[in-house]
């Protein structure tokens, strides 16, 4: 009998043990989904409010700020308050979030979808106290365990609330708070029905619960999964554009614009732990035989496997960049001396040695190597890359497939670079600049130019034709493009005019600006100058300005465009897609024409990609009722495609290569009809 008691006490016991055992799993079980949940929601409403932020920060900061002092009936009143609202109603549709506050920094609410509780105060609340010091604070809220009541459909719902700040897009610093509301009502009733479902197979005995718990957890799992995938499709679709803009197209790796960024950051990291950084500047060697003999194909294929390669002998600390051409750059941290570089340039020469397979075919490729070491060489990252760049001609100069270390005996080098700027800054003297036209035509006319884009080129005394993309940055970085822009502006205005008083028909002449030129002050007083003295009239006039310098649409840009469009001229957006991609300037901006990059087309209709990208440009800009052009026409498969979309000029060298002036009249004559 005892033994009997014992051992139905055993198995009580143990039943007990195991229902504990079990229940304690599906609690933490329970918590684990939910944890889990609210961290996905975290992340998914974090990107939700920067696109918000981006948004919303450059045509209503103004409002928030005066916000603050404005009593709660005077915000919901207020016009611009209904037009925000709107606004972010608009975004929110086909996105879970089922509410939306900002608060300014103080804590007051200056707009909540919920009109009823603007004005309401949260400063002392976790959630914005935690946003105000930088950190994303998210909760989730259960409708059975709510204590508070919600007036509105809120308080059927499950949701996820987070708490995130909003910072300034230029200066980075907080400037209030954004709290979001997700539903996740859907999750939450599929995670309660797996809980049902472990409860009742739980009286089955242990062995079915624990099947029944890992089911579960597998299935909350694939839900959560699930999720993130979306939430990962929609956050690579926002950034498309941006990978464009920052990564090099063939390769996929850094640009030479991310280089800049990355080795300040990578500047800051040296100097706190005392550590050296190095920078590689690479230069293939034997590649444009190889270019020249396969084909530009083989070529680009070529530039992938040696990516690929590079890529694959660095460290995860290291970064590779593809700074343009056959050129490669390395950032290449944590090193005591300059000498802890040197297994890294023995691993780069090893997997180079190796032939590259390409088809049928063999190419062999050797890579000189220059090297610059952070701090003993310099602590700006632009004379580091300028070092490693000597210290690789260096290398060139001994023999090719070579390293060399920058040293300050190096300066043959920067003397031929100083005779280089000393013959530049003689070169405008000794008019030894020309202008060069490329005609833009129109889709539905072929026959018809529609403008021609004025390229300067530099032809030395000795008949030597420098390329642009070699004098330019000079010319940008020693200010001289003020003085040039201007003999530009004013030789392209005075020869349209010439075309016109020799009888052929007006054309627009377009004229790139740079980024100095338009942060000089004197941009409009040069353009009315080059009008003046020429006599042609402002319509027949065109500016190309870069993304790079409308991204920033403060007051005094605003002010120089307005200006610019008085002069009754027009203006486009250069090269557009490679810049910073915040298209709020376009509606901010008095833009007539977008040009899309020549790297969006080059591959056309082939690339996939490229072809998405330009439909969905073709689409915007006519909506906002912009006119197209397509730069970089090179192909008839590229003018077939573009002329199937909503694009209403083609210019590249399909159309025609840039022409001397005299050519360029010879080309208008023969047309039959112009605008």
């Known amino acids: 009998m005892n033994q009997l008691k014992q051992t139905r006490r055993y198995f009580f016991i143990t039943g007990l043990i195991a229902l504990l055992t079990a229940v304690v799993l599906l609690v933490a079980n329970r918590q684990i989904m939910f944890s889990s949940l609210v961290k996905q929601e975290t992340r998914a409403n974090r990107d939700m409010a920067h696109i918000y932020n981006n948004a919303l920060w450059e045509n209503y900061y103004t409002f928030f700020q005066q916000a603050d002092e404005l009593s709660p009936e005077a915000i919901k009143s207020h016009p611009t308050t209904r037009k925000l609202d709107a606004e972010i109603h608009r975004m929110m549709q086909n996105t879970h979030v089922m509410r939306l506050k900002i608060y300014s920094t103080t804590g007051k609410t200056i707009y909540s979808t919920a009109f009823d509780q603007i004005g309401e105060n949260a400063k002392d609340d976790p959630g914005f106290i935690s946003a105000m010091n930088g950190e994303i604070l998210s909760s989730l809220s259960l409708r059975d365990r709510r204590e508070d009541s919600f007036e509105d459909e809120a308080g059927e719902h499950d949701f996820v609330t987070s708490y995130i700040p909003m910072k300034d897009t230029r200066t980075d610093k907080i400037t209030g708070v954004v709290e979001v509301y997700t539903d996740v009502s859907d999750l939450v009733s599929q995670f309660s029905a797996v809980q049902r479902r472990i409860s009742v197979f739980t009286i089955a005995g242990l062995s079915v619960l624990l099947f029944w718990v890992l089911f579960s957890i597998r299935r909350a799992d694939l839900a959560l999964r699930k ?65 020249d003999s396969m084909g530009h194909a083989q070529g680009d294929e070529v530039l992938r496997l040696v990516a690929k390669r590079l890529q694959g002998c660095i460290r995860e600390s290291d970064t590779l960049f593809r700074m343009g051409g056959d050129e490669f750059c390395i950032v290449h941290e944590h090193l005591v001396d300059k000498h802890d570089a040197i297994p890294l340039i023995r691993r780069i020469h090893g997997i180079m040695a190796e032939p590259f397979e390409i088809g049928q075919q063999m190419a062999m490729l050797g890579v000189s190597i220059g090297v610059a070491i952070y701090p003993h060489d310099s602590t700006d990252p632009e004379i580091l890359l300028r070092d490693a760049d000597a210290a690789m001609y260096a290398a060139k100069e001994a023999g090719r497939n070579q390293y060399s270390f920058f040293s300050q005996d190096m300066n043959e080098r920067a003397m031929r670079q100083l005779n280089f700027e000393s013959s530049l800054l003689q070169a405008l003297d000794n008019s030894e600049f020309v202008l060069h036209y490329q005609p833009r035509i129109e889709v539905k006319h072929p026959d018809r130019v529609a403008g021609v884009e004025a390229l300067i080129r530099w032809q030395q005394r000795d008949g030597t034709i420098v390329a642009p993309n070699d004098f330019i940055p000079v010319l940008e970085r020693t200010g001289l493009i003020i003085q040039v822009g201007e003999w530009v502006l004013t030789e392209a205005c005075r020869q349209n005019k010439v075309w016109q008083e020799q009888g052929l028909p007006p054309v627009r002449v377009s004229v790139n600006i740079s980024f100095v030129q338009f942060q000089s002050g004197e941009l409009v007083g040069t353009v009315r100058k080059a009008l003046s003295a020429s006599g042609l009239e402002p319509r027949y006039l065109e500016l190309e300005l870069t993304e790079s310098i409308l991204i920033d649409a403060s007051d005094s840009n605003r002010e120089i465009l307005n200006d610019l469009k008085a002069l009754g001229i027009s203006i486009a957006i250069d090269d557009f897609g490679t810049g910073y991609s915040s298209l709020g300037y376009l509606k901010s901006f008095p833009i007539d024409y977008i040009k899309i990059d020549r790297s969006f087309i080059s591959d056309l209709p082939a690339d996939s990609r490229d072809a998405a990208i330009t439909r969905a440009i073709a689409s915007m800009a006519q909506e906002l009722g912009i006119e197209l052009v397509a730069e970089g026409v090179e192909t008839q498969a590229n003018l077939n495609f573009l002329t199937g979309q909503n694009c209403q000029e083609l210019q590249g060298f399909f159309i025609s290569h840039p022409l001397p002036a005299n050519e360029m009249s010879s080309y208008l004559s023969r047309l039959k009809e112009t605008v």
């Open 227 to 291: 999720q993130e995938i979306k939430a990962k499709e929609h956050k690579e679709h926002v950034l498309e554009l941006l990978q464009h803009a920052y990564h090099d197209s063939l390769t996929g790796l850094p640009n030479r614009k991310s280089f800049k960024t990355h080795m300040a950051d990578a500047v800051v990291r040296a100097s706190r732990t005392k550590s050296n950084l190095a920078v590689f500047f690479l230069d293939l060697d034997g590649f444009k035989l190889v270019n």
